[in-house]
């Protein structure tokens, strides 16, 4: 199921921090879902640092 590669891949990405994820929406025909991924970072560049990983991810199409 895609949302649980995507949560898969955030906790991946987020292992070695504290974060929270919620379920945010999901399209009509279910093929798409959205997550609000709440993390504590230090500054701008920490930040981009996570940004960057969530694009990359093969298993994350957007990072808003």
Known sequence: KQSTKVEE???IICEKIEYQISYSNASSSGKYVSFNVEI????EE???????AFQAHPDITMVI
């Open 9 to 11: 891949a955030i906790g």
């Open 40 to 43: 504590e970072v230090n500054d």
């Open 46 to 52: 920490h930040r981009n640092t996570f940004f960057s």
